[in-house]
């Protein structure tokens, strides 16, 4: 990839955004970080480029505007302005582009729990993006279980990140990007409809991160070359 | 617990229920294999007593018969003959009794595939169990995650374990149970309502599995004490 792929992480003002902005700046990625105001998506990008370094290739736009300069597109927004964005950002979408969904539909987006997700016609969020984007754009859906806690850290990250989507092309390049997050391992997990299993997996952390006071992510055992 | 309490493991000439009984006879506990035929159950306890040695407390009777001798009752059924099996044990449960349920709802139960599941009104296998029974009687959700290829090998199970219920006191027991088979730590997953986490997530493995072939399994990181 000559020049460089910029990588936007759409919501990258909240927590899991930011988080993951931080680790692709930190392995050295392009990154624009995009958010409703451009104002506060400069704000972070300037709080990354202080932590990792004058050199740290990080920007910040409103969110139209970074999707239109990125061929990798990463939603990492709360599910109750995800069918919205997704409209908002179509007419910016480059042909080719891959959009990775990080979206869980939590009932809290609709004053409901945080432990519990909403029940979605299409089966997952992740298929509700591939639903409303053009047949062109790859959908990917992958993230949902490492938590913004950890990505914010320090160190390491003891969790693997379960990448589905129905181009085999993006999930292999998402793959990637999974794994340049120290202590990530990125498995194959199928295809998007699977998406639906990694999402309700969150729920499930969320419970487990308030019922033991911890921040949980999942391994899968028993896989080979693992 | 004098006498111990009698283990039922309902379904337990299938892979998975013959796992389970396989590793609580090793570990000294009084198992029952249940089964329609009375004659298949004797000789999977009969195999297993092959297996563990001439001390190891197995014995296989018809279902409702396992039923009616334990307060420990676990099925391992496939999902297409779940209601109509508890609405059999229904008037042999004695009060007090704790049905473990690790069943799966996969859509291979009406002739889809192993790495969906079937959307219950309940929420849950698990939850259905707790509609059809009465309230005397506390529902366990576990076990759905740990795959019936690692339960009948030798050597420890590389696999969490995580249990959910509405009642406190068979959560806890449940977890004594999980622990007993080496390897497998067992995690407070919360209300019974969860278990259709968990039952979404053998679906996952199974996914998994073929894409990988593979014998998978799920651990939670970041707990403490873990």
Known sequence: ??????????????????????????????????????????????????????????????NTAACAEADLIVLTIPFEGHAALLKQLKPALRPGSIVIDATVPLAASVGGRATRTLGLWQGSAAQETAELLPREISVVAAFQNVGAELLNADGPIDCDVIVCSDDPAALQLTRALAAKIPGVRAIDGGKLENARILEQITALLISLNIRHKAHTGIRITGLPNA
């Open 1 to 62: 990839m000559n020049p460089p792929r910029p990588i936007a992480v759409l919501g990258g003002t909240g927590p899991e955004g930011f988080g993951l902005a931080l680790r692709w700046t930190q392995a050295g990625e392009t990154v624009i970080i995009g958010s409703r105001d451009p104002k506060r998506a400069q704000d972070a990008a300037g709080k990354i480029k202080q932590r990792v370094g004058t050199n740290a290739k990080i920007s910040g736009s409103e």
